[in-house]
């Protein structure tokens, strides 16, 4: 539904309809929703489709009428187009603490071998 008007270039998807025909139509042109999700958040965009008019006063942006799963469909999709690495940053997390944990260990253990060598009792 929101492809008839909107495209979303990172996933390669053109607008179906003419955006020539659109702007004088709906008073400003759809813009593309690639990056949506991370310049205006989650929580802007479930206002946002569910009442256009109320964030956005006279918009051309028609309510579209989404259900709760359908609009949790397309924002998914729009998190997943706009931060594919998402998931691999989360990875990496755990993989920092476990470094970081390491580091720490030997950090003590240096620690304690400087403080014993110069006959610091610690
Ligand atoms: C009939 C055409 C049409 C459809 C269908 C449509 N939109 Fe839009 N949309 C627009 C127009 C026009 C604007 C530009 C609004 C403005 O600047 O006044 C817009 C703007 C937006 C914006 C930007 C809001 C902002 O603050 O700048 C988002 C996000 C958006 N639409 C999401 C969606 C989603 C998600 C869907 C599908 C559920 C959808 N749109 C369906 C026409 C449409």
Same mark, same amino acid.
């Given at each position: 539904m929101c492809g008839r008007c909107h495209g979303v270039k990172y996933d390669k998807v053109v607008a179906k309809a003419d955006i020539s025909t659109l702007k004088p139509y709906l008073g400003s042109i759809p813009p593309d929703l690639s990056q949506m999700i991370k310049s205006q958040g989650e929580e802007y965009l479930h206002k946002f489709i569910n009442d256009p008019q109320k964030i956005l &006063?006279?918009?051309?942006?028609?309510?579209?009428? &989404?259900?709760e799963e359908t609009e949790a469909k397309v924002i998914n999709y729009l998190d997943v187009v706009g931060d594919p690495k998402k998931e691999d940053r989360g990875e990496l997390g755990k993989y920092f603490i476990l470094f970081a944990l390491v580091l720490a260990f030997f950090a003590y253990a240096w620690k304690k071998n400087e403080f014993a060598n110069a006959g610091i009792e610690h």
């Open positions: &006063l006279g918009t051309g942006m028609p309510r579209v009428g &989404l259900t």
